[in-house]
């Protein structure tokens, strides 16, 4: 018996459901192995020492960041009869490999295509990103803000918002995209907001916060279409204006002068990050218009 309460299976029990005459098992498919494994994941999850050493680890926002999503829900998602819902649809995470190419069309806009280029953020991958950048009319760099304490899976040394900080660098100083929009999303604000009630201490990573005290009451109180304002005033409290320091990058490195379009985004809020997607479309469709001097 495990320490979680589930019972240790001999390699040689039952459990293996042979065909008779044959001395193979029966083939499970993926949501037959699931389901019939998803009281134990749901024991194992909730376990309080697994919670512990999740938290000790630094790991439960990570975790919250995807598969602990599905495994708070671990019975309903694990069922045989299992549909995704659209939220399960925007919490599910596929890692980008290499360019991915979609096309489009959109509403009244229908008549004119519209190609989006995903590309992988890996260091690895990064070099596969500059045949993409000729004759495109905007990029969207997606920073996720709440990776301030998070290190680089390739390289430990490396503090992921710096390397996002780097990244943005190249990309505002290129000359090859001197003339394209730059849109900046300062992603994954909500778990941001998670990680400072949780009482993560900035002042560990981020020099500037100083002595100061994480201000997580004040964020615990917000209403849901208060948590971004007060999100942006925490940040600029605690002396770590991520958005500012963005700025300051796109503007001491852009080769010609433009406009610094940023927002702050969780894309897991479906409605909020809606009206953000349709702001961001018009905008790019009116600079279009404007260099194709029909504006």
Request: a negative charge; one cysteine or more.
């Amino acid at each position: 018996m495990s320490p979680f309460g589930i019972s240790n299976q001999d390699d040689n029990d039952e459990e293996l459901n042979y065909v008779e005459g044959e001395g193979e098992p029966q083939a499970q498919t993926a949501a037959e192995i699931i389901a019939s494994c998803a009281e134990d994941m749901a024991a194992l999850w909730a376990d309080a020492g697994v919670q512990a050493v999740l938290t000790q680890r630094k790991m439960k926002t990570r975790l919250e960041e995807g598969p602990g999503f599905f495994l708070n829900d671990v019975m309903r998602v694990a069922a045989r009869d299992y549909e995704p819902s659209d939220e399960d649809v925007v919490r599910a995470r596929l890692r980008t490999m290499g360019v991915q190419e979609y096309r489009f069309r959109k509403g009244l806009d229908a008549d004119r295509e519209w190609m989006l280029y995903d590309v992988g953020g890996a260091r690895s991958l990064r070099n596969a990103w500059y045949p993409y950048f000729d004759d495109i009319n905007a990029l969207i760099f997606l920073a996720p803000i709440s990776c301030f304490d998070e290190r680089l899976a390739e390289d430990r040394r490396v503090n992921r918002l710096q390397d996002s900080l780097l990244i943005w660098k190249a990309v505002c100083s290129s000359t090859l995209l001197a003339k394209v929009q730059l849109i900046l999303f300062l992603n994954k604000c909500d778990l941001l907001e998670k990680k400072i009630q949780r009482g993560v201490q900035v002042s560990q990573y981020v020099t500037s916060y100083g002595t100061r005290p994480n201000e997580a009451k004040a964020v615990a109180k917000c209403s849901y279409f208060q948590l971004f304002s007060a999100l942006a005033k925490l940040i600029v409290t605690a002396g770590i204006d991520f958005r500012q320091q963005f700025k300051d990058v796109f503007l001491k490195h852009s080769p010609e002068k433009r406009t610094f379009y940023s927002y702050l985004t969780s894309v897991v809020d479906t409605k909020a990050t809606a009206v953000t997607v349709a702001t961001v479309h018009d905008g790019i469709q009116r600079q279009y218009m404007k260099d194709a001097d029909i504006l």
